[in-house]
C-alpha cells in the first residue's frame, strides 16, 4: 500500500471510530477491527493481486452507511463521499468502495447475488464470517435485545423466500438464525472463507441443538 494511501486509512480508522464506537447493537467498532482483520487474513490466503486499500477502507467503512444503524442512508452516502474526497482518495476508488458497501449486505442479495469484485469479495466474508460462530451468538443476542426481540417462540416459524422487508421484519432471535446465520456458509466467495464458515456453521448448529433441548425439557 502507498504512504498516500495508508494515511488516507488512518483518517478512515478515525472517521469510523468516532462513528460506530458507541454502538450497543453489535456493530461497534469492535466489529469493524475483527472484519477488518479477518479481510487482511482472507487476502493473504489468495494467489492474485489485490487492492489492500480497497478492502481495508470498505472493511472499516461497511456499516456507517448500514440502514439499520443511520437515519438516513442516503445522507450518510453523502457523507462518507464527501470525506473520502475530502482526504484526498481517488474518484475511481470512492467509486469502487461503495459498489461495494452498498451491495454487500445480506439484504440486498436476497433475490440475487450481486457480483462484487474480489475484493468487495473478501470484504463480504469477513462480515458474514463475524455474523456466525461464537462471537455471531453474542451478536445476534446483543442485536435482539437491543430492539427488544422475543428469543424464541416455537409458534413462529423460520421463513423463506423473504423481500428486504419481511426480512427486516424479523421478531425472534433463534429464527435469525434460520433465516440468515445457517445460509451463510453457502454464499462464501473464497477458499478460505468456506472452511473457516462450515467450522463456526457446525458451532451454530450445537448452540440451537442444545437451545432446543433445553426448550423442551429434554436435557
Given amino acids: 500500500m502507498k504512504d498516500e494511501e495508508q494515511q488516507q486509512i488512518k483518517k478512515i480508522d478515525q472517521f469510523v471510530a468516532d462513528k460506530l464506537t ?25 494467489d492474485e493481486k489485490i487492492r489492500s486499500f480497497i478492502v481495508e477502507s470498505s472493511s472499516l467503512l461497511h456499516d456507517v452507511i448500514d440502514e439499520k444503524l443511520v437515519e438516513s442512508q442516503q445522507r450518510a452516502e453523502e457523507e462518507v463521499r464527501r470525506f473520502l474526497t475530502s482526504i484526498g482518495v481517488d474518484t475511481t476508488d470512492i467509486a469502487h468502495i461503495f459498489d461495494i458497501i452498498t451491495h454487500m449486505s445480506f439484504s440486498k442479495n436476497l433475490s440475487e ?44 416459524v423460520p421463513r423463506t423466500n423473504m423481500t428486504h422487508d419481511e426480512y427486516r421484519d424479523n421478531k425472534t432471535v433463534i429464527n435469525h438464525f434460520y433465516e440468515k446465520l445457517l445460509l451463510l456458509v453457502e454464499r462464501m466467495n473464497t477458499p478460505l472463507a468456506k472452511r473457516i464458515a462450515e467450522n463456526r456453521t457446525q458451532y451454530l448448529q450445537e448452540f440451537l441443538d442444545e437451545f432446543k433441548a433445553e426448550w423442551n425439557q429434554e436435557k
Fill in 113 to 156: 447475488e450481486y457480483t462484487l469484485s474480489l475484493e468487495g469479495q473478501i470484504v463480504q466474508d469477513a462480515d458474514r464470517l463475524d455474523a456466525i460462530g461464537a462471537i455471531g451468538i453474542a451478536r445476534t443476542f446483543y442485536y435482539g435485545g437491543a430492539h427488544e426481540h422475543i428469543i424464541y417462540d416455537p409458534k413462529v
Fill in 22 to 46: 458507541g454502538d450497543r447493537t453489535g456493530h461497534d467498532y469492535a466489529h469493524i477491527e475483527r472484519v477488518v482483520r479477518m479481510a487482511c487474513r482472507l487476502s493473504d490466503d489468495r
